[in-house]
């Protein structure tokens, strides 16, 4: 029988298979996408989410971060990263990287969908296989964790939305810029010498360009051509009631999600990925709910007071001015998501 069986092979999913097979367990992945897996991402790393990687045995290369700028108009602020380089990396290359780790392991991928899962006395069934535990690594929208009913609506918070085009241009900076306007934010991130993603988020849906188009400074400075083509995501806040139903657990953007507005969420799905191989190793799954509520404590909290004050026009307007004002709180709050 098999350990651990995990729907859908991104990133959290890959790193739960791995830390699954280094602590010698058989793990399975069933993906349907053929490798490697692309999406709308802002593909910055954090510097946990650097070191998350090198823990696994991943080697991966991009362009080091130096930290996070924030600007408007007029102003911007600095927070540098204190532990470490962060790390900007094409989504498709990270996959790939996580993929051969995970072969070299003994991982094994399946092409396919589990659509549907039975629980028995110390084992599920799913996808024609048995296991001791199944992991529900199956994104953003996940039929797993509607199918066994731990979705929640999305409250009365405005849905926001993601999009992502790359350019070739010369990275200018070494900091992840986020570029905040009064409908959106831009997020810059370097990802190898001649190429920069440059992500939008806002509540509006409308075609890449005319988001853009909100950040002329930003604009003029994307002087050559766009290198890959328009991706998006969204609603991005999706709310899970709990993490573990029996003996399937749910992992990464499945887990529940608030928002792509710090950037952190690879790296929290990698730590998260550790944790609940962990607690599956020390006999008690049921653990995992409160590591993970531990582990996304600083995201959830800083995530949602952006979003609380974004939706207002004038504290909206104080963000880059407050951080460029107080950089220690800045600089802390940055460090504390790093």
């Known amino acids: 029988m098999i350990d651990l069986l995990v729907a859908g092979g ?45 823990a696994l045995g991943v080697e991966v290369t991009g362009r080091p971060l130096r930290g996070i700028r924030y600007l408007d108009a007029r102003r911007q602020a600095d927070a540098p990263f204190r532990h470490g380089p962060g790390l900007g990396v094409r989504r498709t290359r990270l996959h790939a990287a996580l993929a051969e780790r995970a072969a070299e392991v003994g991982v094994k991928v399946v092409h396919g969908r589990v659509e549907g899962v039975r629980q028995r006395p110390g084992f599920v069934e799913a996808a024609g296989m048995r296991a001791r535990w199944l992991v529900a690594a199956d994104g953003l929208h996940s039929p797993l964790r509607r199918a066994l009913g ?58 890449y360009d005319e988001h853009l188009a909100q950040f002329p400074a930003l604009l003029s400075r994307l002087a050559g051509p766009a290198a890959t083509s328009v991706r998006g995501a969204g609603p991005l806040r999706q709310r899970a009631r709990a993490r573990v139903a029996g003996r399937v657990l749910l992992a990464g953007d499945a887990a529940g999600y608030v928002d792509a507005l710090t950037g952190e969420g690879v790296s929290l799905g990698l730590l998260s990925a550790r944790a609940l191989v962990g607690c599956l190793r020390a006999g008690r799954p049921e653990a995992y ?28 307007g104080l963000i880059v001015p407050a951080a460029r004002r107080l950089p220690v709180v800045f600089t802390a709050a940055v460090n504390a998501l790093a």
């Open 150 to 207: 731990l979705e929640l609506p999305p409250g009365r918070a405005p849905r926001r939305y993601g999009l992502r085009r790359h350019f070739q241009v010369a990275p200018w900076t070494d900091f992840v810029e986020v570029h905040w306007a009064a409908r959106g934010e831009a997020y810059v991130t370097p990802v190898a010498d001649g190429l920069v993603g440059v992500a939008v988020l806002s509540r509006e849906r409308r075609p």
């Open 10 to 54: 991104g990133p959290t999913g890959l790193a739960a298979a791995i830390n699954a097979a280094l602590a010698g367990m058989e793990a399975v992945v069933v993906e349907p996408r053929p490798a490697p897996v692309d999406k709308a991402c802002g593909e910055g790393l954090m510097p946990a989410g650097v070191a998350a990687l090198r």
């Open 289 to 316: 709910e409160g590591a993970w509520r531990r582990l996304s404590l600083r995201h959830r909290l800083l995530t949602g007071a952006l979003l609380a004050a974004r939706r207002h026009p004038l504290p909206a």
